[in-house]
């Protein structure tokens, strides 16, 4: 690992960063100057200003998204501020360019804590969306992240926090495949998430179907989501109201307990928290053939080996030196790639399925050692965008 740390350091370096801006068009001439500048570059500013709807063919908007954070919740390493997080954002952008074609910029901003940088962070977002034709909220921390996105999926164009979704929509992929493997219905699973922020409260909405159609969503059984001090039920005085909503579809029998009590007799364990806390002991108190996504990163709750040796029947990390890496460049692309060429206002549940059973088809003949596609398969994000679009016109959702 640290000779990934040098060597990304010595790349960052050398690059001045990963990304930049390019002219896609000649100015060579005298004509190419007027075409692209000054005058002849007045009547497409004119036609947009007679029709908002014209900028997203006459200009990058069509195929543009902001990669918006605030950096309070950057990878592993947390609260390290705007400055900090823009390598991060500028990977991102990479991604999106290299698996879907899309042109993203990545804006890094500084706002205060507490309601006041929300606020701030909303306003931002509103003020620069004329200029794309998707926001990708990232690395914001819960339970900002919550209440920015909430605020913004009126604003016509598709908005989301990838780091809810994302994880959401691969971790649904992977389970529904490890439970092709296992035979376990989904419908039939108990589910326990370690971690109670942005990413482990997305996995449980997902898994229990909340805010979406029951025609096209099927509920586990229960989840149990666990933060820091336990089990998060009823008796908890200390629960924030993003906490306290979770009670509404999750803990249904109102236990309480550490996450190892939580455990017991659990058919899937989900880790978005921190390494090392899980053992093969705890994997044997589970049901038989258990199901394990230890996505903490650089260290898994739960080591492959360990786990398997506890019993495990399926074992995903969030790591690519693993077998069954759930990682969010599965469908933060294609989803883009699917809305914007939908001309989608916004990305709902729907489409978010949509894009889980595109990657969980993709996968042909699923087995325990691969329930998702590979990360660096071209293929996906083609395959994930024509579902996502398909999905946003039967929920009319397009502009146009």
Known sequence: MAEYFERSVALHASTRGKIAVRSKVPLNTRDDLSLAYTPGVARPCELI????????DLTMRGNSVCVLSDGTAVLGLGDIGPAAAMPVMEGKA???????????VPLCVKVPEGDEGTRQLIAIARSIAPTFGGI????????????????????????????????????????????????????EMK??????????????????????????CIPVADVLLCDTKGIIGPD????????????????????????????????VFIGVSKGNLFTAADVRTMAPDPIIF???????????DEALAGGAAVVGTGRS?????VNNVLAFPGIFRGALDARATRIDGHMKLACVYA????????????????PLDRSIAPRVAAAVAKAARESALCAV
């Open 136 to 187: 990708n909220l990232e690395d914001i921390a819960a339970p900002r992240c919550f209440a920015v996105e909430e605020a913004l999926q009126d604003l016509g164009i598709p908005v989301m926090h990838d780091d809810q979704h994302g994880t959401a929509i691969v971790l649904l992929a992977a389970l529904v495949n490890a439970s092709r493997v296992t035979g376990k219905p989904l419908s």
């Open 359 to 374: 990657l969980a088809d993709a996968v042909e003949r699923p087995t325990a050692e691969r329930v998702l596609p590979d």
């Open 321 to 325: 030196d693993f077998p069954n890496q």
């Open 294 to 304: 230890a996505m903490a990163n650089p260290i898994p709750e739960i080591l492959p």
């Open 236 to 267: 908890r005085p200390d629960l924030n109201s993003a906490k306290r909503e979770l009670l509404r579809y999750s803990n249904r029998a109102g236990r309480s307990g550490t996450v190892h009590d939580a455990v017991v007799g659990a058919d």
């Open 94 to 104: 990479c991604l999106f360019k290299e698996f879907a074609d899309i042109d993203a």
């Open 49 to 56: 200003a007679a029709d908002e709807r014209r900028s997203f």
């Open 191 to 216: 589910v326990v998430i370690n971690g109670a922020g942005a990413a482990g409260t997305a996995i449980a909405k997902i898994l229990r179907c909340v805010d979406f159609k029951p025609d096209v």
